[in-house]
């Protein structure tokens, strides 16, 4: 449903509109402010989605040219993530990782039979 509604610009923005027009880029002011106000909702979106900026991120470095692109260890990268977990829980339940780990390792040999 459209709701007709007026809209307050000012000169500039009005002159910057009207310019889009004209260049063929937009059929109307009308939409000019409908692409504003989308491009607006898009980004509130994803500013409230912190993996669409990752995802951004990843796509921007994956087009880097090889020698720029950064190093990546994935031993030592699953290194840091286990001692960061480690230090986490330990400080957030330190008997919730002890029980855990005791588990599984009854899990494991327990499978491996």
Known sequence: MN????????????????????????????DVVKAGLTRMRMFEQASNDPLAGMADEIRRRAELPEDQRIPWDGKAMAERLNERLARKFKEEAPDALHDHAASARRSRSVSDR
């Not at 007709?4 to 889009?20: P, W």
Request: net charge negative; aromatic share 8%; hydrophobic share 40%.
């Open 3 to 30: 709701a007709k509604n007026a809209v307050m610009l000012s000169d500039e923005d009005l002159r910057y509109a009207e310019e889009l027009v004209e260049d063929g880029r937009f059929p109307s002011v009308s």
